[in-house]
Nanobody, 114 residues
Framework: QVQVVESGGGLMQPGGSLRLSCVVS????????LAWYRQAPGKQREFVAS???????SVGDSVKGRTAISRNNAVNTVYLQMMDLKPEDTAVYYC????????WGQGTQVTVSS
């Protein structure tokens, strides 16, 4: 059974930073591409960043320059780091992987507010 579990969300200050974690089990983690998406209230789900099995990274235009994605295959975890947080970064952040099917976590809420 595939499980995707995000953590690390919460209330963040504008200008601050966040580090989200996502643990994936049930698939060969080191062989998979992993991605982060987010969905703000009333908006469509938006691509944030992805990382391939070989370590190639892609970052969405709206967060480029202040966002990094990384992975640790030893602990089946993918990370999302974002700096200079803005109120418009408020959203539910989802972890995604594809291995024969599309798998999503339950999401972690990030709220950026003073």
């Amino acid at each position: 059974q595939v499980q995707v579990v995000e953590s690390g969300g919460g209330l963040m200050q504008p200008g601050g930073s966040l580090r989200l974690s996502c643990v994936v089990s049930g698939i060969p983690f080191s062989l998979s591409t992993l991605a982060w998406y987010r969905q703000a209230p009333g908006k469509q789900r938006e691509f944030v960043a992805s990382i391939t099995r070989g370590g190639d990274k892609s970052v969405g235009d709206s967060v480029k320059g202040r966002t990094a994605i990384s992975r640790n295959n030893a602990v089946n975890t993918v990370y999302l780091q974002m700096m200079d947080l803005k109120p418009e970064d408020t959203a539910v952040y989802y972890c995604n992987t594809q291995w024969g099917a599309d798998y999503w976590g339950q999401g972690t809420q990030v709220t950026v507010s003073s």
